[in-house]
């Protein structure tokens, strides 16, 4: 028989010492690091989502969903990402402008157009890059739709510079294939890079000195292709932005050039010298402004301006003589004026698609230089009634082809829908606005100004 004796003190230690030890011993891990495998059962290496020369994007989603149709081709699409679409392919056209493109040629420029096809097969994983589906390359007729859609749209673009060669062809004669045509070749999901446009044009049109466009560059007939969407500006200005251009992605990427403010194309948007820190400010709530009918009630007046780009917005006013803004109506009394101008903007019916998809591009490829996003925004906080809208086109600020007023602030109100920037470039001038706005003097001799001195007769009664 065995007798149990009471521990010590000292003993229940040692035995809690001894059973702790036993609970907390553990196997050593091992000394190299684990592979991912046994963890989890994914790709040792994943491909990037976009590669770094991407420029040609789908359109999101949220983007998408909004208006679909203003991202997609309607009549002919330009390479990849729509060729699967037998209504849009337009095979038999593009046919007809090979054989005419062929006949144009010399025997040394026919020459230059097989190297060109050689080039395109070496360098089809660069231009299959330039996509947000790169895996479209791999496809067996990539080249040929490459080189198809490229000699089909430099053949159109000879055809708009010459109008003696527009005879007889529907697409130029007939005005709806005309306008969607060159609608379909801005939309950002129906391009192609402009290098590869830029290489046919100097080996095959600029390699024989026997031609007449041998002195014309690829983005003067880019140019003047696209003419219609930047209409408001001077024929000298049009000069001057061709030759500050110096290099576009595609055609999107173009008219957003078109758009941009002028200092902007002078230090040359498209290189790594522009700094956007030093033209965007941080986006903040203060400086979301008012909208049109409210400025103009503080006694800011709308001034119509021509030959500058749609992004050249100022707010001008002289410190002193502004705060007597009573005195606007006397003749030469700019300077008595509160003045934010605005270039003139057309709106029709193809407005929307093109700003829709420039908003695209930025999204997507310019996120910190986003001038349209910034543009669009300032234009929509602008407008949310037909009264805003109606000031604005009294003015002549913006001249629109819609159904009604409300129409147009109802597409302009939408066009911001998703749009997500962190920096504004009108951040500046919405901080002046704001601060005008906010003065009650201001307020005051704005309301005198719209009672009694809105014109001379006012003022002599």
Request: aromatic residues 12%; hydrophobic residues 35%.
């Amino acid at each position: 028989m065995h007798v149990l004796f009471p521990l010590t003190l000292r003993e229940e230690k040692l035995v809690f010492q001894i059973s702790m030890t036993s609970a907390t011993s553990y196997t050593p891990l091992p000394e190299n690091k684990p592979q991912i495998q046994h963890i989890i059962n994914i790709p040792e290496q994943i491909e990037p989502e976009v590669h770094d020369q991407c420029c040609i994007y789908k359109v999101p989603p949220h983007l998408l969903k909004l208006n679909a149709e203003a991202y997609t081709p309607q009549f002919i699409s330009i390479g990849p990402l729509h060729s699967d679409k037998p209504e849009l392919k337009q095979e038999k056209q593009k046919q007809r402008y090979f054989h005419a493109f062929w006949k144009r040629l010399s025997h040394k420029q026919g020459l230059a157009l097989s190297q060109y096809k050689a080039f395109l097969e070496e360098n089809i994983e660069k231009i299959g890059n330039c996509y947000s589906k790169p895996e479209l390359h791999k496809e067996e007729k990539f080249v040929d739709l490459i080189l198809l859609d490229s000699v089909f749209i430099m053949e159109l673009f000879l055809r708009k510079a010459n109008k003696s060669e527009q005879k007889n062809d529907h697409m130029f004669t007939t005005s709806w294939v005309c306008k969607l045509a060159q609608r379909d070749l801005l939309l950002l999901e129906n391009q192609i890079p402009m290098f590869v446009l830029e290489e046919l044009h100097t080996r095959v049109i600029l390699g024989d000195n026997g031609t007449k466009e041998n002195s014309v560059k690829f983005v003067e007939l880019a140019f003047n292709y696209f003419e219609d969407y930047y209409f408001s500006h001077k024929p000298s200005f049009e000069v001057e932005m061709i030759k500050k251009c110096k290099s576009c992605k595609h055609f999107t990427d173009l008219i957003r050039y078109t758009f941009l403010p002028t200092k902007i194309q002078v230090e040359g948007v498209n290189n790594v010298s522009v700094n956007p820190s030093q033209h965007f400010t941080p986006c903040q709530v203060e400086c979301v402004l008012r909208t049109a009918t409210k400025l103009n009630e503080a006694g800011v007046s709308f001034e119509k301006v021509q030959g500058r780009s749609y992004l050249d917005i100022k707010f001008e006013k002289t410190p002193i003589l502004s705060w007597f803004l009573c005195f606007g109506c006397l003749p030469f009394s700019k300077w008595f004026k509160a003045r934010l101008q605005i270039p003139h903007l057309k709106v029709d019916q193809v407005t929307e698609c093109v700003l829709r998809n420039l908003i695209a591009l930025e999204q997507c490829h310019y996120s910190d230089q986003p001038f349209i996003c910034n543009y669009v925004t300032l234009i929509d906080s602008l407008i949310h009634t037909q009264e805003d809208v109606e000031l604005l086109v009294d003015t002549e600020i913006i001249e629109h082809e819609l159904g009604s007023h409300t129409e147009l602030a109802t597409m302009i109100n939408g066009l911001c829908k998703h749009v997500v920037v962190n920096c504004n470039y009108y951040g500046k001038t919405s901080r002046k606005l704001n601060d005008h706005y906010n003065c009650c003097w201001k307020h005051y001799m704005g309301m005198l100004r719209s009672v009694y001195f809105r014109d001379p007769w006012r003022l002599s009664s």
